[in-house]
């Protein structure tokens, strides 16, 4: 199966300052890149979808402005959390669908836990 | 709106089979996934079905009868690795993933 990487895996920081998140595809060129939030003992939250190239779409209730989202090439999407505070500490995972495949493959990188204190 | 129903919490015993049952209600449909999720893990994918029936694979099954909104994942021979949140997912209309909230499953000796 494809692989899709993220970093860092975890991090803590303080609150007020900014984080970036990678994620990034190993073996396939992504068209489509997800990004979600997974807050304890809760399902999956999609916060937006990104095409290469273009703008994000955000879903109803992220803030665009504290979440940027930049899908700057087909094997590379960064999330960066800006003026992080303690409620923003939530495990984030993105996922990529493959250029090449079905509109139903999603693949996941493995997650980055993120604590702010 | 869209919706997904499965239940939050079951308990199995080490070998025996369970079933975990998932009902949709979502904007279109271009199929249904099962994802496991262990704690702490992004999850990984188990099944994905878009037309009815059964889709067997090793110990796990996953069925969908997309006339009544209904999927189950059957697991059998289970084993104490199987302990993990199961994720029921349906592809929308517009190629979005909307989530269940996830079964947890505690599997006793």
């Known amino acids: 199966g494809a692989v899709v990487s993220q970093h860092p895996s975890w991090v803590i920081c303080k609150s007020g300052t900014s984080v970036k998140i990678e994620c990034r595809s190993l073996?396939?060129?992504?068209?489509?890149m997800f990004w979600y939030r997974q807050f304890p003992k809760q399902s999956l939250m999609l916060m937006a979808t990104?095409?290469?190239?273009?703008?994000?779409?955000?879903e109803q209730g992220v803030e665009k402005d504290k979440f940027l989202i930049n899908h700057a090439s087909l094997t590379l999407s960064t999330l960066t959390v800006t003026s992080a505070h303690p409620e923003d500490s939530s495990f984030y995972i993105c996922?990529?669908?493959?250029?090449?495949?079905?509109?139903?493959?999603?693949?996941f990188g493995p997650g980055t836990r993120l604590t702010v204190t | 709106g869209q919706n997904i129903d499965q239940p939050t919490e079951m308990t199995a015993t080490e070998g025996a089979i369970v079933q975990i049952n998932c009902t949709y209600q979502?904007?279109?449909?271009?199929?249904l996934f099962w994802y496991q999720q262990h704690a702490g893990e992004a999850p990984t994918f188990l099944s994905y079905n878009v037309l009815d029936g059964l889709e067997e694979k090793g110990r796990f099954s996953s069925f969908l009868s997309r006339s009544k909104g209904y999927s189950y994942l059957l697991l059998k021979e289970l084993q104490m690795k199987d302990s993990a949140s199961y994720l029921c997912a349906v592809l929308d209309s517009n190629y979005q993933l909307i989530w269940g909230a996830g079964t947890k499953l505690i599997i006793k000796p």
């Open positions: 979502t904007s279109g449909f271009n199929g």
């Open positions: 073996d396939f060129q992504a068209t489509t």
């Open positions: 996922s990529l669908t493959p250029s090449q495949g079905a509109a139903y493959e999603q693949y």
């Open positions: 990104s095409n290469e190239g273009s703008k994000a779409t955000y």
